[in-house]
C-alpha cells in the first residue's frame, strides 16, 4: 500500500478543508493519507517513510505561515529527493505561499511535482473542494501501482 503525508498551515481553517479532500483524492486513488497540522511537526523523523509529499499554507502577508517555512526546514534534512510531491494552499489575491512551497519542493529538496501547485481562491466551496480531490488523485497518479 502506497502512503502520502499532506500538511497544512492554516489561520482561518481553509486551507485545513483543502487538505482534506487532497487526502480524500488521495485515498481515492488507493493511496493511505495522513494528514498533519504543519505546527505539530516536531522533527525530521515526522516526514520520512511516505511515497508521495503533499504540502500546503495559506498566504499572509504575501508569504507562507511560519510552521510551513519550518516545515521546508525540516524537509531540508530528511532525503525526498524523487520522491511526489504537491504543493497547495488559500489565498485572496496573490497567493504567493503555494507557488514559493511548489518551487521549493521542486528546487531545493529535488522532488518530482504533479504539473503545477493547487491555487484555490475561489468562495465556491463545493467546486473547490471536488478540484482538490483531483488533485489528491494527480498527486496518486505519480507512483507506481
Ligand atoms: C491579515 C491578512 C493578510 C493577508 N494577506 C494576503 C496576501 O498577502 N495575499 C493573498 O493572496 N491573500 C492574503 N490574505 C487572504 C488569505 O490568504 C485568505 O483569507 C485565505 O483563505 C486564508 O486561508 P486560511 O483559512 O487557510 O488561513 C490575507 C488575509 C489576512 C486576514
Not at 2 to 21: D, F, N, P
Not at 80 to 95: D, P, T
Not at 97 to 120: K, N, Q, W
Amino acid at each position: 500500500m502506497k502512503r502520502a503525508l499532506v500538511i497544512y498551515s492554516t489561520k482561518g481553517g481553509r486551507t485545513e478543508a483543502i487538505a482534506q479532500c487532497i487526502a480524500e483524492g488521495l485515498g481515492a486513488a488507493g493511496v493511505v493519507a495522513q494528514l498533519r497540522n504543519a505546527a505539530e511537526v516536531e522533527g525530521g523523523a515526522d516526514l520520512e517513510g511516505f511515497d508521495a509529499y503533499v504540502f500546503g499554507s495559506a498566504t499572509y502577508h504575501h508569504e507562507m505561515m511560519k510552521p510551513a517555512r519550518q516545515l521546508l526546514s525540516l524537509a531540508e534534512n530528511v532525503d525526498l529527493k524523487g520522491r511526489a510531491g504537491g504543493a497547495f494552499g488559500a489565498f485572496g489575491w496573490s497567493g504567493e505561499a503555494t507557488d514559493v512551497i511548489f518551487e521549493t519542493m521542486s528546487h531545493t529538496l529535488g522532488m518530482d511535482m504533479v504539473s503545477e501547485p493547487l491555487r484555490i481562491q475561489s468562495a465556491t466551496a463545493e467546486e473547490d473542494s471536488e478540484t482538490a480531490r483531483a488533485y489528491g488523485r494527480l498527486v496518486a497518479a505519480k507512483l507506481p501501482s
